[in-house]
């Protein structure tokens, strides 16, 4: 959630369409994008995007999602609170939960932890990582989780919580989303086995990310989600600029090169599944 200058505009030329692909992971309320949010979204729909899923990090961005996302069918918001924003659970603990009572959201987070810049302590991220989890269980929904430098201990609590509740979504829906999983092919198959579905952001895309290309590669495209986490984590070809959801088309473009397969076929697939995770149709209307 680094802070980025000089990323207003898109480079051009734009991404190649890619219908059907959605980004399972954004953050469109992020003020880089106050003054061309409409031509945003509107260069996400004419590269082929199904949905967008709007993500909050505390609760000014959660209900920002939620007003996002009721602009356009095609769009979907998560409420959370950030690791990074952990320490303000006991101001926003009430609000959040009366927000996610409304009904208005498909997965609570992105939550985890962050141990990378502690920008609240582990305490404070441990008590607001476990509280959510209890919020999606409470309302049936899925979990988005963040995990920065924190693999094994972010493993440890989503294990046993896991144990805990099962397949509580039902026997073939997930049970949440590795958000930008950074990890190794040997801990994304733990986390599959958790009931996870592994998400592939844009850095797949850097030379020399052996480790990513090797996920994306390997992991199997029914457990697969694509994401760009827009404002952050650029495609290769934009990489240094602000991110926005149209790239997502490009992430999913390299992982199909990487398994020698067709763009349309990993845009299918990571459609279906976060479809599934999150409970929502692919064939959503168009809002006017």
Known sequence: MSKHK??????APPPEPLPGVVDAHSHTWDSQFTDDHEEVLARAWATGLAAIVQVGCDLRTTLASRDIAATDARMYAAAGLHPHSASDLPAERDAIEAAVAGG???AIGETGLDFYRNLSSPEDQYAALLWQLDLARRHDLPVIIHSRDADE???????????????????????GMMHCFAGDLELAGRYMDLGFLISVPGPVTFPGNDRGQEVARSVPLDRMLVETDCPYLTPQPWRGRRNEPAYVAETARFVAGLRGIDATDVARQTA??????????LDAPETS
Do not use: H
Not at 153 to 175: H, M, N, Q, S, T
């Open 104 to 106: 208005d959201y498909v």
């Open 6 to 11: 000089n990323r207003k505009k898109p480079l």
């Open 272 to 281: 279906e599944n976060a479809a599934r995770l999150f409970g929502f149709s």
């Open 153 to 175: 201990d972010c493993f440890e609590v989503l294990k046993e919580w896991a144990g805990r509740v099962g397949r509580y979504l039902g026997p073939d829906r997930e049970i």
